[in-house]
T-cell receptor, first 111, second 113 residues
């Protein structure tokens, strides 16, 4: 199974509040994992990727952070949300080949 | 760095027509190209891929063409159906172990019955 779970599915948070989005994956161990953000009508922006437990690479400077406490768990966090953090957050894992499998996403609205 | 773009943000077609979605890439070292389909409110789904040593690959109702000379690839959908309505993304993956794809902005395909 290549199933990816993300929760919550939707979230409305006030500016300045903290954030924690969770992603868990099924399937082979030690997968490459990715966090993307997608603004309305826009493409996919890579935020973080991880090749293993505790190994996080950041692609863009921002007020978000990521952690990988377990092999199949990838968490996206923020201490204080900004309005610009609103968007559709997608977790993905690399397949055995080059393509990625994506989760169902979390719709975040910061008010 | 790599950049991947799409020629048209929106493509409208009639049901039964063939659709062609285009994509340009900048890094000639890109080794692998992928097309994804994203339906509204869902995550992208893999459609078809092609390696840089190929110029054509066919799937079920879809064909991807790669022209390395002009750094262009296209996705052709035969007999387009209403269920094909979605945003289509191309992605290019370069060499190396991190497998970080560069995604294009996306083309919204609208199929009219």
């Amino acid at each position: 199974s290549q199933t990816i779970h993300q929760w919550p599915a939707t979230l409305v948070q006030p500016v300045g509040s903290p954030l924690s989005l969770e992603c868990t994956v099924e399937g082979t161990s030690n997968p490459n994992l990715y966090w993307y953000r997608q603004a309305a009508g826009r493409g996919l922006q890579l935020l973080f990727y991880s090749v293993g437990i505790g190994q996080i690479s950041s692609e863009v400077p921002q007020n978000l952070s990521a952690s990988r406490p377990q092999d199949r768990q990838f968490i996206l966090s923020s201490k204080k949300l900004l309005l610009s953090d609103s968007g559709f957050y997608l977790c993905a894992r690399k397949s055995a080949g080059y393509e990625q499998y994506f989760g169902p996403g979390t719709r975040l609205t910061v008010t | 760095g790599e950049s991947v773009g799409l020629h048209l943000p929106t493509l409208s077609v009639q049901e039964g027509d063939n659709s062609i979605i285009n994509c340009a890439y900048s890094n000639s070292a890109s080794d692998y190209f992928i097309w994804y389909k994203q339906e509204s409110g869902k995550g992208p789904q893999f459609i078809i891929d092609i390696r840089s040593n190929m110029d054509k690959r066919q799937g079920q109702r879809v064909t991807v063409l790669l022209n390395k000379t002009v750094k262009h690839l296209s996705l052709q959908i035969a007999a387009t159906q209403p269920g094909d309505s979605a945003v289509y993304f191309c992605a290019a993956v370069g060499e190396g172990g991190s497998y970080i794809p560069t995604f294009g902005r996306g083309t919204s395909l609208i199929v009219h019955p």
